[in-house]
């Protein structure tokens, strides 16, 4: 099994299409993008979205937040998502590789992410690649109704 990880650059029906097959496996409280959504998400400064494909399949994504803050440049890894169909054959390892390799290219210093304790097969990945459980408050204010 031979995974390929791109950076999307543009959006057509095929990419909208892997999401909303994808979404619902991240989240069942969140729809899926749609190709304006993800188009701006692709077009913007601070975000990379990576594109795990399988025999020309997309399979998987992950989204890398990468921006200035005073004390350096900070990079955050969000809405990591595989299909299950393909878990366990190294599709989140190869997509948080690309992911840490960007970020590093970009003059972070460390990378950040979250992950429900739920998602055990994720949490063993994290700490195989080297992350390392921080000891922290997580705090969410949330501003819609």
């Given amino acids: 099994m031979s995974v390929e990880i791109s950076i999307c650059e543009t959006i057509d029906q095929n990419i909208v299409s892997a999401f909303a097959q994808l979404i619902p496996q991240l989240s069942s409280s969140n729809p899926a993008p ?3 959504a993800l188009q701006r998400i692709v077009d913007h400064d601070a975000t990379t979205l990576f594109l795990a494909h399988l025999d020309g399949r997309i399979v998987g994504s992950l989204t890398l937040a990468v921006f200035p803050i005073p004390t350096g440049v900070r990079a955050w890894i969000e809405d990591v998502v595989v299909d299950e169909g393909v878990r366990g054959h190294g599709v989140g390892e190869e997509l948080n590789r690309a992911a840490l390799e960007r970020a590093r290219s970009l003059g972070a210093i460390t990378v950040d992410l979250t992950s429900r ?3 055990e097969a994720a949490n063993r ?3 195989r ?3 390392v459980e921080r000891e922290t408050n997580v ?3 949330e ?3």
């Fill in 34 to 36: 749609d190709g304006a």
């Fill in 125 to 127: 990945l994290y700490k």
């Fill in 139 to 141: 705090y969410r204010f």
């Fill in 117 to 119: 304790p739920s998602r």
């Fill in 129 to 131: 690649l080297g992350f």
């Fill in 143 to 145: 501003l819609s109704d």
